[in-house]
């Protein structure tokens, strides 16, 4: 069965190879999602032994923490629930850098590290 329309049925081998390049980006996936919910599990682990340590040393509240949060979430502007790594200058020309991005595009400067919070 063929058909030659852009995404259509093909008869044959071209139908398996995409079914198995699809098999394949899926087991990709799920490995990657299965990953991520590892590093999660992993962050809020130390996210509680953190908060746990604050409580009981410094005698932080709930409530003190959730007003941080509220005050963090909103420095970008948009109170999301996400923390957002604002827009940079570059140290040497000026130009705009994205947060994503540890050197300059245009002048290749590497940028420097302000924060312990950049490389995550």
């Not at 398996?16 to 999660?40: C, G, H, P, T």
Request: glycine share 10%; proline share 2%.
């Amino acid at each position: 069965m063929t058909y030659g329309g852009m995404g259509g049925l093909t008869g044959g081998d071209g139908g398996n190879r995409q079914a198995a390049e699809a098999a394949n980006e899926a087991a990709s996936a799920k490995r990657e999602v299965a990953e991520l919910q590892d590093q999660l599990a992993r962050l809020k682990l130390v996210c509680a032994a953190v908060w746990e340590i604050l409580r009981e040393r410094a005698k932080i509240t709930e409530d003190d923490l959730a007003v941080k949060v509220a005050e963090i979430d909103a420095r970008d502007g948009v109170a999301d629930g996400k923390l957002s790594r604002p827009m940079r200058k570059c140290v040497q020309c000026g130009r705009t850098v994205s947060s994503k991005q540890n050197k300059c595009m245009y002048c290749g400067t590497v940028q420097p590290v302000t924060s312990v919070f950049e490389g995550i």
